[in-house]
């Protein structure tokens, strides 16, 4: 199976121990579930990106907020087409995470 490295988004076998493109230890990455959702904004594929921005509103994950809206200035199709993140009751929006945090 295919899976790709959260350190530089080389796709690589889901066994692998090791990223072959940069070395990344990818059994023992020590890093949150959050600190990973927010890694995958970085991903290369747009559609991975939309889905990771849908899974940080659903799952309200404050600290995504400065990543959301950096995003969202970057590239317009995600303010456009990723915000409201979650369709589902009680799911949030970049602009209501953006209030909570100020």
């Known amino acids: 199976m295919i899976a790709f490295c959260t350190h530089c988004w080389a796709e690589v076998d889901s066994e692998s121990p090791q990223c072959f493109r940069c070395d990344a230890d990818l059994l023992t990455d020590a890093r949150s579930y959050e600190e990973k959702l927010i890694a995958a904004l970085g991903h290369r594929l747009p559609a ?3 889905r990771i921005c849908w899974l940080l509103g659903d799952k309200h ?8 809206i950096e995003l969202a200035q970057g590239e317009t199709r995600f303010s456009t087409t990723v915000f409201p993140a979650s369709g589902r009751e009680g799911g949030c929006s970049l602009l209501s995470l953006h209030e909570v945090t100020h």
Not at 61 to 68: F, S
Request: cysteine-free; charged content about 10%; proline content about 18%.
């Open 61 to 68: 994950i404050l600290p995504a907020v400065p990543h959301l």
């Open 48 to 50: 991975a990106r939309v």
